[in-house]
């Protein structure tokens, strides 16, 4: 048995299970839904993904916001070429 670092809630991972397991793998707690994954075989220890998972919708939050800063210099350009009338 493995305990879950999130919520201390022993967890069962059957033996056939295990056997199919490598380090990395993804588990989600029977206790807490918290996202797992298998750190060590021996020892058997799981640790949280729940960090990576922020990263990555971190970065996807950040590739938006470029992509939404991308169409404002588009906007910008266009305000640009307006903006040659007043060198007239």
Avoid: H, Q, Y
């Avoid at 060590?40 to 993904?49: A, F, G, M, T, V």
Wanted: charged letters at 50%.
């Amino acid at each position: 048995m493995v305990t879950c670092p999130e919520c201390d809630i022993e967890i069962k991972i059957d033996e056939r299970d295990l056997e199919e397991m490598e380090v990395g793998d993804p588990w989600v707690c029977d206790g807490c839904a918290s996202n797992l994954r298998l750190a060590s075989l021996d020892p058997l220890e799981l640790e949280s993904d729940d960090e990576e998972d922020g990263d990555e919708e971190e970065e996807a939050e950040e590739k938006a916001d470029a992509a939404e800063g991308d169409d404002d210099v588009v906007e910008d350009e266009d305000d640009d070429a307006d903006g040659d009338d007043w060198d007239e």
